[in-house]
């Protein structure tokens, strides 16, 4: 019973196209995160957000660009899908308090780019 | 700049093997520790977690072991199961920051034997 859902599972698009990866929480969580996961499982940062309106760049260089304007809802969009975009796309939530950081991840997002 | 070093990348043990995974970690300001497990298909989900106010802390037949002079930490997998079969991931944050960020080890990959 997940309480993060990220939609579409899996996703094959063609180069050159616009996707956008959905990502919805319902435990009134403020932060949210995503991250991209490598075949080797390394997890990156590439965009968090620690309330409505507020979006930043994680430690990963991304072209993609996140949106939070409301607090359950935390959608990744690619303008222009391309064969290095090809991976998997996890998103998670945390509570916005000092103490122990515990993220709740989605299932994830597999992109593959053709 | 790698801030939390984890190996091995993969590790396979027989049933009732004790797995051992390690990681190192350079940001002395640093003090929450904690595990995740990932299975495939799914995302990852909080496993164990530790604060350097302790050396060791077990729960059921997961321990986790702390160096905090050598800042090192350890997963130890008492009794291993194939159902314990999956990616560990090492982490570290900031417990007493609002805004502070989970930096992932590279993961290890698991298979228990049957």
């Known amino acids: 019973e997940a309480d993060i859902y990220q939609t579409p599972r899996y996703l094959v698009i063609g180069t050159g196209k616009k996707i956008t990866l959905e990502c919805s929480q319902t435990?009134?969580?403020?932060?949210m995160y995503w991250y991209q996961q490598d075949p080797g499982m390394e997890l990156h940062l590439i965009h968090y957000?620690?309330?409505?309106?507020?979006?930043e760049k994680g430690d990963l260089s991304s072209e993609s660009t996140v949106s939070r304007i409301r607090t359950e809802h935390f959608p990744l969009t690619l303008e222009s899908a391309r064969p290095s975009h090809t991976s998997q796309y996890l998103c998670?939530?945390?509570?916005?308090?000092?103490?122990?950081?515990?993220?709740?991840f989605g299932a994830g997002s597999r992109l593959t780019v053709l | 700049q790698q801030q939390v070093k984890q190996s091995p990348q993969s590790l396979i043990v027989q049933k009732g093997g004790i797995p051992i995974i390690n990681c190192a970690y350079e940001?002395?300001?640093?003090?929450?520790f904690p595990w995740y497990q990932q299975f495939p298909g799914k995302g990852p989900a909080l496993l164990i977690a530790?604060?350097?106010?302790?050396s060791e802390k077990k729960e059921g037949r997961f321990t986790i072991s702390f160096n905090k002079s050598a800042k090192q930490f350890s997963l130890h997998i008492m009794d291993s199961q194939p159902g314990d079969s999956a990616t560990y991931f090492c982490?570290?944050?900031?417990?007493?920051?609002?805004?502070?960020?989970?930096?992932f080890g590279q993961g290890t990959t698991l298979q228990v034997k049957p």
């Open positions: 998670a939530s945390s509570l916005a308090s000092s103490g122990a950081n515990v993220l709740t």
């Open positions: 940001n002395t300001a640093f003090d929450y």
């Open positions: 435990m009134g969580h403020d932060k």
């Open positions: 530790i604060r350097p106010d302790v």
């Open positions: 982490a570290a944050s900031m417990y007493s920051s609002n805004t502070g960020k989970l930096i």
């Open positions: 957000s620690y309330g409505v309106n507020s979006t």
